[in-house]
């Protein structure tokens, strides 16, 4: 099994990473937290690996820390949590706050990430809540570094939107209703914001 992969960064997308290791590229889906903290493309990179095993496809899912990749594979011990979910719920929200809303029962919280209904969240709570030591326990604020709005950002968004399996029409609303409500121009406060209006 692939637990860590260090190597040149090919290309990086919403969700989604190209690592070179000695020659071989990698195809690594990521955390929108991931996307948004890895370097330019060229430059070195280590990530946490998951590999998923099925019968007919492998998976590489990479976190940039342990802990995130820790909090994504006790994700996957909830019933009806894969890892494409897994890997939506992580986007959804900073890992503080997950952990933070699991650990106080915050259904409501829960339901706004997109694909998770209310047996979902439900089931999060209750497998997870006593399960989560270690973990970032205090709620975080995503980052907000002042940045000028750049349609390059917006289009980022937007992609991740489309990769996250939301209708294009909803997902170019919800980038327009997330500026107008005054989201920072950085990819990850402008996407969690976007998240918001999905539904």
Do not use: W
């Not at 975080?140 to 489309?162: N, W």
């Not at 919800?174 to 539904?199: D, I, S, T, Y």
């Amino acid at each position: 099994m692939i637990a860590h992969l260090r190597g040149r960064l090919l290309e990086k997308h919403p969700n989604q990473a190209i690592v070179d290791v000695g020659g071989v590229g990698y195809d690594v889906m990521v955390p929108v937290s991931t996307f948004s903290a890895l370097p330019a493309a060229g430059a070195e990179v280590r990530l946490h690996i998951h590999t998923h095993v099925r019968e007919d496809a492998l998976a590489l899912y990479g976190f940039l820390t342990s802990q995130e990749k820790a909090l994504f594979e006790k994700l996957l011990t909830v019933g009806g949590i894969g890892p494409r979910l897994a890997i939506v719920v992580l986007s959804g929200l900073p890992a503080p706050d997950l952990v933070a809303a699991i650990r106080g029962g915050s259904i409501e919280f829960l339901v706004r990430i997109p694909g998770v209904g209310k047996k979902t969240a439900e089931r999060m709570v209750v497998e997870l809540r006593d399960k989560l030591d270690g973990l970032a326990a205090s709620a975080g604020q995503a980052p907000q570094a002042p940045a000028p709005a750049l349609s390059s950002i917006e289009q980022d968004v937007l992609s991740a939107l489309l990769n996250l399996g939301c209708a294009r029409p909803m997902a170019e609303k919800a980038v327009v209703k997330a500026k107008a409500a005054g989201a920072p121009a950085e990819f990850e406060p402008l996407f969690r914001r976007a998240m918001e209006f999905v539904r």
